[in-house]
């Protein structure tokens, strides 16, 4: 079965550009989540869907950042205007809920913003 | 609130020596899940166990090994035998249940291994 996708898997962009991450969800599973990592903050989670629904956007950073989740399976995170600060390894990740199902990580995007 | 802390931030060893990786959690809930998590150079984040805080029971697979101690907020990670392929960053996480039915990752800092030959 294939796993979590993530597209682009590296971005270079100039500051003020719009980007968008896109992430496929393993077949089945409902519940999705985005997470930065940085030398700085280590792993922090931004965002996370369950069943198409936002259930706790308290980690995305400022309202640059949005995220949508159009269908089931699917999933963009946007960042609009870029800004040199956001340059980090996005990784989205999926489970299927009930409780403590394990997450499945992504490869990772890595995005660099000049 | 959920913590995990990972005070080893990094290990150095050489081939064939045995090492133990240390994860201390904090939580409030009674029912919660452990986790460890493999970066490898590559970057992907690949899953290694699922732990419930119900078993206490030691796990075994292959050169790796979990010790999990509720007393302590212990949930140790042990690979014997070391190898070169074992260098990698690793990741303690613990869930933290959230609104909705499903749950939130709270992750340590990490502790890089460097398995030299």
């Known amino acids: 079965d294939a796993g979590v996708i993530q597209s682009p898997r590296h971005e270079v962009t100039e500051m003020g550009q719009e980007v968008t991450l896109r992430c496929k969800l393993i077949s089945g599973h409902n519940s999705l989540f985005w997470y930065r990592q940085t030398m700085m903050r280590g792993l922090e989670l931004l965002i996370y869907?369950?069943?198409?629904?936002?259930?706790?956007d308290s980690g995305m950073p400022e309202d640059r950042f949005s995220a949508k989740m159009p269908n089931a399976s699917f999933s963009t995170l946007k960042i609009q205007p870029s800004e040199p600060r956001d340059s980090a390894v996005y990784f989205c990740?999926?489970?299927?809920?009930?409780?403590?199902?394990?997450?499945?990580f992504g490869p990772g995007t890595r995005l660099t913003v000049l | 609130a959920q913590k995990v802390t990972q005070a080893q931030t990094e290990i150095s060893v050489v081939e064939k020596e045995d090492v133990t990786l240390d994860c201390v959690y904090e939580?409030?809930?009674?029912?919660?899940?452990l986790f460890w998590y493999k970066q490898p150079p590559s970057g992907e984040l690949v899953f290694l166990i699922r732990?419930?805080?119900?078993?206490?029971q030691n796990e075994i697979s292959g050169r790796y090994s979990w010790n999990f101690q509720k007393s302590t907020s212990s949930f140790n990670f042990t690979i014997t035998a070391s190898q070169v392929v074992d260098s990698a960053v690793y990741f303690c996480a613990l869930s933290e249940a959230v609104q909705g039915g499903s749950e939130k990752l709270v992750f340590g800092k990490g502790t890089k291994l460097t398995v030299n030959p």
């Open positions: 869907f369950n069943n198409n629904v936002p259930i706790d």
């Open positions: 990740a999926s489970s299927f809920s009930p409780e403590g199902d394990t997450q499945y």
């Open positions: 939580t409030r809930d009674t029912t919660y899940y």
């Open positions: 732990r419930n805080s119900f078993d206490e």
